[in-house]
């Protein structure tokens, strides 16, 4: 019995699991938008995007659909809205380019998780002095969580192990949370959703309460008679006149100012006032 509920346990869970990715993957065409400047790091940059990718993440790089070193075009905009997380390979170089400045302050403005790689110490030298600057200085005030990568890595252009690890880590960490949301928001959606209907329910069942109320009352009030009036607009009727002669009358206005009364034998009467 306990086997059969954790491996139904495990199926839900991979099920969901797995609408979750698709759900994600709907969201986000790319898991991580790397941001570097291309003279001293496009060769780092590549490998990373190749070591990420044996990690099954979908990376974009300016360099294959954008020409390199462009301005912020409606490609790489549109990279970026797609992309769940910037990674920032940042050189002193990549910290002074206006390109790099705008991707990352345009990527800063989504609230979505950003990946500092500190190289050569440009985010740490001179007591963090590119930290104190705009835009650079959302990394501490956000907390930002960077990477340190070693001098040999990037002099060899082949990023150490850590970075992908740590970039790995985050994500999940960033997918996690992102999953956690959008659960609570799709339970409170469910619970609004019931909550609608039960009151769609509740009101109709309170509107044939008040109707079968209201008969109650009709019948207490004239046993055995019932009212000519209740709903004439649709009824159409035969009576006989005082004289014998048959009366159609679907409206019961004209009869005015005489009432019509149907007894317990279904025949008609008039009585004048």
């Known amino acids: 019995m306990n ?3 954790a491996t139904l346990r495990s199926m839900l869970n991979r099920l969901r699991e797995t609408l979750f990715k698709g759900l994600f993957r709907a969201r986000f065409r790319y898991d991580v938008f790397i941001s570097y400047s291309h003279r001293d790091a496009k060769k780092y940059a590549a490998n990373l995007k190749q070591q990420l990718g044996n990690l099954d993440f979908s990376c974009f790089i300016d360099e294959e ?3 390199p070193g462009s301005s912020l075009d409606p490609t790489l905009a549109k990279a970026l809205k797609k992309s769940a997380v910037l990674v920032l390979l940042a050189t002193d ?3 002074t380019r206006p ?6 302050e345009k990527f800063a403005s989504t609230e979505r998780t950003i990946v500092p790689i500190n190289i050569l110490g440009a985010l740490t030298n001179n007591d963090e002095a590119a930290l104190s600057r705009a835009p650079w200085k959302v990394i501490t005030e956000r907390k930002l969580v960077w990477i340190d990568e070693t001098d040999d890595a990037f002099a060899k252009q082949n990023p150490s192990p850590q970075i992908a690890d740590g970039i790995d880590k985050l994500f999940k960490y960033t997918r996690r949370n ?3 949301r959008t659960e609570i928001v799709g339970t409170a959606m469910l619970v609004l ?6 009151g769609f329910v509740i009101k109709g069942q309170a509107k044939e309460v008040s109707k079968q109320a209201n008969l109650a009352e009709a019948e207490s009030m004239a046993p055995g008679v ?13 009576v006989l006149t005082p004289t014998g002669e048959a009366l159609a009358i679907d409206d019961p206005a004209p009869c005015f100012p005489t009432l019509l009364l149907l007894d317990l034998t279904g025949r008609c009467s008039f009585i004048s006032w």
């Open 93 to 95: 170089r990549a910290l």
């Open 226 to 238: 019932t009212p000519a009036f209740a709903d004439a607009a649709d009824l159409m009727v035969d």
């Open 65 to 67: 659909e954008s020409p």
């Open 193 to 198: 959703l019931a909550a609608l209907g039960a």
């Open 99 to 104: 390109y790099i400045v705008s991707e990352f």
């Open 178 to 180: 992102t999953r956690v």
């Open 3 to 5: 086997n059969s509920i």
